[in-house]
């Protein structure tokens, strides 16, 4: 069977029409799941009692991007705070840029991926208006001195020690001594200086003294006899 030129055109129109398709249909698809602008999220937050500004992407296929954080400023003049790379992820992948923004300050967001995106995200950023609170650290509380008791103060009087024998035989009459008392006669003796043999010895001396005086007496009578003779 021949195949004849009509039947050769409508087949290649066919074949045209499904190609087509086939490419819209994969175009369609293919930008479904692309990179776009609407991946990325911008907040303004606190974290540790400083203002940071977070950007979320959430873009599944993980293209590598770039986001710029401008804040804008008066008069259209706009101050770079910074810049990262991110790759999206199903969860979202945040970065963060530490930024002590003022409140209701405005930023603008830019995101460049590849050649898929390239543009800011919409609308612009604007912070809170409040301003975040500083944490305040907990200092320890002082301990107040305690004021010692006026009896506390005064420092305990340490008992003193024992006289020895030599220090309680000179204290003087009327102290009270641990020490045994000797007998009643040596006591009186020892004070005077004299012992317990004065008597015998005064009686001594006085009989010496007459043997003495006898001697005298009698050697003078001697001499005088022979004088005399």
Known sequence: ???????????????????????????????????????????????????????????????PAVVTVFLKGAGGIETKVGQQEVKGSKDGTPVTFPEDWKPNATYRVHVK??????????????????ACKAEESKS??????????PSESVPAKTASPAPSASESSSAPAG????????????SDLAETGASSNTGLIAGIAGALVVVGGGAVFFGMRRRGAKNGG
């Open 1 to 63: 069977m021949s195949i004849t030129r009509r039947s050769a055109r409508r087949s290649v129109r066919i074949l045209g029409v499904a190609s087509a398709s086939t490419a819209v249909v994969l175009g369609l698809s293919g930008s479904a799941f692309a990179c776009t602008i609407g991946d990325f999220k911008a907040e303004a937050k606190c974290e540790g009692g400083k203002g940071v500004i977070v950007v979320t992407d959430t873009d599944k296929t993980a293209v």
């Open 113 to 130: 991926a590849g050649h898929v995106v390239d543009e800011d995200v919409k609308p612009d950023l604007s912070a809170p208006a409040t």
């Open 140 to 149: 320890p509380t002082a301990t107040p001195s305690r004021t010692p008791a």
């Open 175 to 186: 102290t009270s001594s641990n020490a045994p008392s000797p007998a009643a006669g040596d």
